[in-house]
């Protein structure tokens, strides 16, 4: 099973900005679909942004867009989430995920909708790194 690692998060002041990295060293990443969710206090997780292992085709939610992007570093192995503009209400623990295209079809749009039960034994989850914005 792919093992995921994230970091990047931090502590960032409103109106800044952060990048996550999203790695591993198991798999080739661009093989799989990988989305970025998100998880706040008291609230379920959500989808922020996903990217398409065949295409690259991405999709970005539209409480992020114009300020997040998902892009993949092939040579790294990694997918990162920029983060500009940050906002309180950004604040979460961000996880990164993948599906395997030849367990589940799936389009970034799909994927980026799909609940963590959702994923049963077609993905993974990485541990999650906090993001705080605050002043």
């Known amino acids: 099973q792919v093992q995921l690692v994230e970091s990047g998060g931090g502590l960032v002041q409103p109106g800044g900005s952060l990048r996550l990295s999203c790695a591993t060293s198991k798999f080739i990443l661009g093989y799989y679909n990988v989305g970025w969710f998100r998880q706040a206090s008291g609230n379920e997780r959500e989808g922020v942004a996903c990217?398409?292992?065949?295409?690259?085709?991405?999709f970005v939610a539209d409480s992020v867009k114009g300020r997040f992007t998902i892009t993949r570093d092939s040579d790294k192995n990694t997918v990162h989430l920029d983060m500009k503009n940050l906002k309180p209400e950004d604040t979460a623990i961000y996880y990164c995920?993948?599906?395997?295209?030849?367990?589940?079809?799936?389009?970034?749009?799909?994927?980026?909708?799909?609940?963590?039960?959702?994923?049963?034994?077609?993905?993974?989850w990485g541990q999650g790194t906090q993001v705080t914005v605050s002043s």
């Open positions: 990217i398409s292992s065949t295409d690259g085709s991405t």
């Open positions: 995920a993948e599906i395997a295209p030849w367990k589940r079809s799936v389009t970034p749009q799909l994927m980026c909708s799909m609940r963590p039960e959702d994923f049963g034994d077609i993905g993974s």
